[in-house]
């Protein structure tokens, strides 16, 4: 059964920290190029991180709006995709989402997400 599980969001000051945690349901997750999305009220979803599989080196890459700030990771022992995020900005509120790159999982012939984990950047 296909699962995405995020977790960790919160409310945080300008400049502050989180870690993000995404755990997966394994199987086709481990092999597959994992990224964190993000969307804010009224926007189309983004993608702001990705890692590509073990198997070719666990290589990230980043958005410029995140480049810097963020560090995405993979723990493919515990099915777990994370993301560091530092120095948050007003910008970066959204929920976030973890999913396959560069087009999500689909179950039946439908995109699948999971719930999402919300992040709030407030003084």
């Known amino acids: 059964q296909v699962q995405l599980v995020e977790s960790g969001g919160g409310v945080v000051q300008p400049g502050g920290s989180l870690t993000l945690s995404c755990l997966t349901s394994g199987g086709i997750f481990r092999v597959s190029h994992m990224g964190w999305y993000r969307q804010a009220p009224e926007k189309q979803r983004e993608l702001v991180a990705t890692?590509?599989?073990?198997?070719?080196?666990?290589?990230?890459d980043y958005d410029d709006s995140v480049k810097g700030r963020f560090t995405i990771s993979r723990d493919n022992t515990k099915n777990t995709v994370s993301l560091q995020m530092s120095n948050l900005k007003p910008e970066d509120p959204a929920v976030y989402y973890c999913n396959i790159v560069p087009r999500p999982i689909t179950v039946n012939g439908t995109d699948y997400w999971g719930q999402g984990t919300q992040v709030t950047v407030s003084s």
């Open positions: 890692i590509t599989p073990p198997g070719l080196g666990s290589k990230t």
